[in-house]
């Protein structure tokens, strides 16, 4: 677990949001094990997920979340945004740190069923928030998900504001967008905050759109971030993985 003191000034932590596609690739192959290869290629502590099958038939009935978890050696907190009989569809929050399932629970939607899933992570006897969602493709949909999720159920809570938070997921939505801009005005993007410049994650092959995005509150720095480009993850979804390293207790 890569969890380092630096100088006293808090704890090191690496955060992975990535879309992994139902484990389906650019290559068409269901592939649950690669997307965990992926995975554990970047070290990450905690990872939050988006488009995952659980027991739906197109790819092969099998629990993804709880799969890709147990190859990584963690615990998955999953949400499922559909639910229609024994298949659901949705997102997820993989680590191994000890974690306390807080809300999890739909979004507003006209389109596409959409949700979102709230942890309180302990680290070194820290509480940090981790809130992972994949908002909708119309742009009204966004509006009405983002300002739930930062309404006094989700983010405007008491128990949400009592701590540190990181905000990850597939946000369909571009920095000039008015859901980035909404969140972008309490939390901070992790890819402005690095030394390099802000990379695109989708689609994977020839990345166009920076869609994914990690954010996060005041109390957590950033050392660096990098969505990961290799010949795996151009293979194994249709978007890249965004990584963080980011500094708790700061």
């Known amino acids: 677990m890569n969890i380092n003191a630096r100088d006293g000034t808090g704890r090191s932590l690496k955060i992975l949001t990535y879309n992994v596609h139902s484990c389906v690739g650019t290559d068409r192959k269901i592939d649950p094990p ?10 990450a502590d905690i990872i939050a997920l ?9 790819t092969g009935g099998v ?26 569809y949705g997102d997820a929050i993989l680590t191994a740190l000890p974690t306390r399932l807080m809300k999890a629970g739909p979004l507003p939607s006209i389109g596409e069923l959409r949700g979102a899933i709230w942890v309180r ?4 006897g820290m509480g940090v928030n981790i809130l992972n969602t994949h908002l909708g493709l119309r742009g009204t949909d966004r509006a009405r998900q983002v300002a739930e999720l930062l309404g006094r159920d989700w983010i ?3 128990e949400f504001q009592s701590a540190p938070a990181i905000i990850c997921g597939d946000l369909n939505a571009v920095p000039s967008s008015p859901a980035y801009k909404s969140i972008a005005r309490q939390f901070r993007d992790v890819q ?35 969505v990961v480009t290799t010949l795996l993850t151009r293979r194994a979804s249709d978007h890249l993985p965004l990584l963080a390293e980011v500094i708790c207790g700061v």
């Not at 690669?34 to 070290?43: L, Y």
């Not at 629990?63 to 298949?87: C, G, N, R, T, W």
């Open 192 to 226: 402005l905050l690095s030394s390099v410049r802000a990379a695109r994650t989708f689609p994977s092959r020839f990345p166009l759109l920076r869609l994914d995005h990690i954010f996060v509150s005041e109390g957590i720095g950033v050392e660096r971030s990098q």
């Open 63 to 88: 629990d993804q979340a709880h799969m890709i978890a147990s190859l990584l050696k963690m615990e998955a907190h999953f949400h499922p945004a559909l639910h229609v009989e024994e298949e659901q």
């Open 156 to 158: 405007g809570s008491p």
């Open 50 to 58: 988006q488009e995952l099958d659980v027991g739906r038939k197109r």
């Open 121 to 124: 992570a302990e680290i070194d």
């Open 34 to 43: 690669r997307i965990a290869e992926v995975i554990a290629e970047t070290g």
